[in-house]
């Protein structure tokens, strides 16, 4: 393996429970930075002890800038920054052994699940990718498969694994911890989770040296379906081309692939987003 591919998020990573640690503005958000930062070193430098000279890190999370560029190891890229093309695995396309989620977490409308959503939670209730319920773990495998990139390994909560073994077998799945409720969950100690993260890893490099990954496709075309949390969000959806509306909170979309698909996700969070703002009272 030369170059390895790790996007991660925010709410599925070890000691992450509440809101006021996930932005910028909240008086915990300190504990996100030296989380995220210290689980992507290790990332980093396990995957290079492994033999990767080269690992790519998309920091996938809120306004995508929680992790401090200067303190990552040797030969990491990274991506940072949001509005960015297919948004949480920017880059994907450009040539990777393997893929890599940490800090992953399950879809929205998951009981028990730590701050369960689907890319945007204001926006959405539910995202389908042909009829199947789709997480972000998901659909950006999805994406990753389909520049033949596969997903080796996953990091996240407990609510997240079954459906990634359902979907992907083949993936390493690691616990980080055991959500409780949408805002509490049961910590793993830091050096158990990291033990664990690199036995992970180790088991993951096998699996795709010995050929045992395999990109996770989906063909085209793609029939999206964005169920919106608010019927004023699909109001102003159904305006754009192509989108067709379904019900008074769901709107359908039949891409030419997994990317325009994730492309025009993208575009209606912005609607979404845009349209609670201008009526928020």
Do not use: C
């Amino acid at each position: 393996m030369r170059r390895v591919y790790v996007s991660v998020d925010a709410e599925g990573l070890p000691g992450i429970f509440h809101p006021t640690q996930l932005t910028p503005e909240g008086k915990l958000f300190h504990e996100l930075r030296e989380v995220m930062g210290r689980v992507v070193r290790f990332t980093s430098e396990e995957l290079r002890r492994h033999g990767v000279r080269e690992v790519w890190v998309a920091d996938s999370h809120g306004f995508m800038g929680n992790l401090n560029y200067l303190e990552l190891p040797e030969d990491t890229y990274l991506v940072r920054g949001s509005l960015r093309p297919i948004s949480m695995v920017y880059g994907i396309d450009r040539g990777f052994d393997a893929a890599m989620f940490l800090g992953y977490h399950a879809a929205a409308g998951t009981a028990r699940s730590l701050a369960d959503h689907t890319y945007v939670g204001l926006a959405f209730y539910e995202v389908r990718v042909n009829g199947v319920r789709a997480s972000e773990f998901y659909i950006n495998a999805l994406v990753a498969g389909h520049y033949g990139v596969p997903v080796a390994l996953v990091a996240g909560d407990d609510k997240l694994r079954e459906d990634v073994l359902e979907k992907a077998p083949w993936v390493v799945y690691v616990t980080f911890k055991e959500s409780a409720s949408r805002y509490s969950a049961v910590m793993k100690p830091m050096n158990v989770v990291l033990r664990e993260l690199g036995e992970g890893i180790a088991e993951a490099v096998r699996r795709v040296k010995e050929g045992a990954a395999r990109p996770l496709r989906v063909e085209g075309p793609v029939r999206m379906e964005f169920q919106f949390r608010r019927t004023e969000y699909a109001d102003a959806a159904e305006d754009m081309p192509g989108v067709e509306r379904v019900d008074a909170y769901t709107v359908r979309y039949l891409a030419r692939d997994i990317v325009e698909g994730y492309r025009v996700m993208r575009v209606l969070s912005l609607v979404a987003l845009a349209v609670d703002a201008a009526f928020r009272v």
